[in-house]
């Protein structure tokens, strides 16, 4: 797993790790929408509490998630790395942490949409410090790419007319 564990340096190369992350994650999210429409499988609603998106507050609020969400569901994979066990054994805990993370938005599809971007996550958090044991720098940079996801779907959500989100 040389290219999991070669990290991703420079703040140029760091941001354009995570516009990467965010931009893949908007067309697989696009894709993806148009599976699930074209079989006619209908997505429960999110499930959560719903934030006003034009609350001067609100970029907060969401950061505020992201960075909980982001501790929840990567300290798992950092406590794996730090008991040194075999890095094969971080794909099943990272994918049952994304089968977690995507039903509790609201059922089992949503693992598609929710899910696969934890699995994405957890690569970056793995490429951006995580499997050198760079644990801060890490999980602010999967925070920045959830935050910049959050806040594209928000502005979308906007564009179309949402109020809240």
């Known amino acids: 797993m040389k290219w999991l564990s070669t990290e991703i340096c420079g703040r140029k190369n760091l941001v354009l790790a995570i516009l990467f992350v965010t931009v893949a994650q908007y067309f697989y999210t696009a894709g993806m929408s148009d599976i699930f429409h074209f079989l006619g499988i209908k997505l429960s609603p999110v499930a959560g509490k719903e934030y006003s998106i034009y609350a ?13 969400e982001e501790v929840k569901y990567r300290l798992p994979v950092a406590l794996l790395l730090e008991l040194k066990l075999p890095h094969w054994m971080m794909f099943p805990m990272i994918f049952s942490l994304q089968l977690y993370f995507g039903s509790l938005h609201g059922g089992m599809s949503h693992f598609f ?11 970056l958090f793995l490429k951006c410090g995580g ?4 644990y801060a720098k890490a999980l602010g940079s999967v925070t920045a790419a959830h935050f910049a996801w959050d806040m594209l779907l928000a502005s979308i959500c906007a564009h179309y007319g949402a109020t809240t989100f």
């Open 56 to 68: 001067f507050s609100f970029p907060f609020i969401i950061l505020w998630i992201v960075f909980w």
């Open 113 to 123: 949409f929710q899910g696969a971007g934890g699995i994405a996550y957890c690569i």
């Open 131 to 134: 499997m050198q044991r760079r």
